[in-house]
C-alpha cells in the first residue's frame, strides 16, 4: 500500500467516523450522556443520509467517470468490457449464492457440503481475478483511466 493508498483510506475512514459521530455523538451529548431511545430512528436516518449522499456525490462521479472511460475504449476494448461486465455480473449472483449454501451447510454441520461450496467458492475467487486482469489490461490502454492512476485514484 503506498503513501497516496493509505491518505485515501484514512480519509474514508475519517468521513465515515464523522458522519457516525454527527449521527451518534450529538445526540448522546444532547441528551446529557444518556442512550437516545429511538435506536431504529437513529439507525434508519443515518441509512437515509448516507444513501443521499452517496446518490447525490458519489454516483454521478463515478458515472460520469465510466462515460468517459467507455469513451475513451477502441470499440473491440469495449465490447470486450462489456461482455467481462456480464459475466462479473453473473459471478456476483454465483459467489452470493455459493455464500449463502456454504453458510447453512456450515449451520447444519454438513461439512462435506459446506467444504464442496467453499472449493466452488475459491474456484469463483480465481475467476473473478482472471476477470480483474483482463479488465485492468484493458483499463490501462485508457486515457481517463490512467489519468485517475497517476493522480492515485485507483489504487493500482
Same mark, same amino acid.
Given at each position: 500500500?503506498?503513501?497516496?493508498?493509505r491518505?485515501?483510506?484514512?480519509?474514508?475512514?475519517?468521513?465515515?467516523?464523522?458522519l457516525?459521530?454527527?449521527?451518534?455523538?450529538?445526540?448522546?451529548?444532547?441528551?446529557?450522556?444518556?442512550r437516545?431511545?429511538?435506536?431504529?430512528?437513529?439507525?434508519?436516518?443515518?441509512?437515509? *443520509?448516507?444513501?443521499?449522499?452517496?446518490?447525490?456525490?458519489?454516483?454521478p462521479?463515478?458515472?460520469?467517470?465510466?462515460?468517459?472511460? *467507455?469513451?475513451?475504449?477502441?470499440?473491440? *476494448?469495449?465490447?470486450?468490457?462489456?461482455?467481462?461486465?456480464?459475466?462479473?455480473?453473473?459471478?456476483?449472483?454465483?459467489?452470493?449464492?455459493?455464500?449463502?449454501?456454504?453458510?447453512?451447510? #456450515?449451520?447444519?454441520?454438513?461439512?462435506? !457440503?459446506?467444504? *464442496?461450496?467453499?472449493?466452488?467458492?475459491?474456484?469463483?475467487?480465481?475467476? #473473478?481475478? #482472471?476477470?480483474?486482469?483482463?479488465?485492468?489490461?484493458?483499463?490501462? !490502454?485508457?486515457?481517463?483511466?490512467c489519468?485517475?492512476?497517476? #493522480?492515485?485514484?485507483?489504487? !493500482?
Amino acid at each position: 500500500m503506498n503513501a497516496r493508498t493509505r491518505y485515501h483510506s484514512s480519509y474514508s475512514l475519517t468521513v465515515v467516523f464523522l458522519l457516525f459521530l454527527a449521527e451518534f455523538g450529538i445526540p448522546l451529548l444532547a441528551q446529557n450522556g444518556s442512550r437516545p431511545q429511538r435506536t431504529d430512528e437513529v439507525m434508519q436516518s443515518l441509512r437515509k *443520509d448516507v444513501a443521499t449522499y452517496l446518490s447525490r456525490s458519489v454516483l454521478p462521479a463515478l458515472t460520469s467517470f465510466k462515460q468517459q472511460f *467507455d469513451a475513451s475504449l477502441k470499440s473491440v *476494448d469495449l465490447a470486450r468490457l462489456e461482455n467481462l461486465r456480464k459475466q462479473s455480473h453473473v459471478l456476483l449472483d454465483r459467489i452470493v449464492t455459493h455464500e449463502q449454501e456454504f453458510s447453512k451447510a #456450515r449451520r447444519g454441520k454438513d461439512f462435506k !457440503r459446506a467444504l *464442496d461450496f467453499r472449493s466452488r467458492l475459491e474456484g469463483n475467487f480465481e475467476t #473473478r481475478k #482472471r476477470l480483474l486482469g483482463e479488465a485492468q489490461r484493458i483499463g490501462s !490502454r485508457s486515457g481517463p483511466a490512467c489519468r485517475c492512476c497517476s #493522480r492515485g485514484w485507483i489504487p !493500482r
